[in-house]
């Protein structure tokens, strides 16, 4: 088993979907070239692709939190967004 640590860049939006390596584990979010970017531990002779479900909240938003996994916080211009993983569906 091969390990690597990747970046994935992520949209300044509510609910997306990352493809990684079935196995992954992310470490944390942070903004790189004013984009937010999480970086995970993947495998990467790992063949099998999963979606990896991340939601990102601004502060002071109503969210149902039921299910969801914190990554971290980051600061874009003026706004500051808290980004989890989610394992049921959108």
Not at 12 to 39: A, R
Not at 59 to 78: K, P, V
């Amino acid at each position: 088993m091969s390990k690597r640590i990747f970046k994935y860049p992520l949209k300044v939006e509510d609910e997306q979907i990352v493809k990684m390596p079935l196995g992954y584990q992310i470490l944390t979010v942070q903004i790189k070239d004013n984009v937010p970017c999480i970086w995970a531990i993947v495998d990467d002779k790992e063949k099998q692709i999963i979606d990896c479900k991340i939601r990102t909240i601004g502060t002071g938003h109503y969210f149902d939190n039921h299910l969801l996994d914190y990554i971290g916080t980051y600061q874009l211009n003026q706004l500051v967004f808290h980004v989890f993983s989610n394992n049921s569906p959108f």
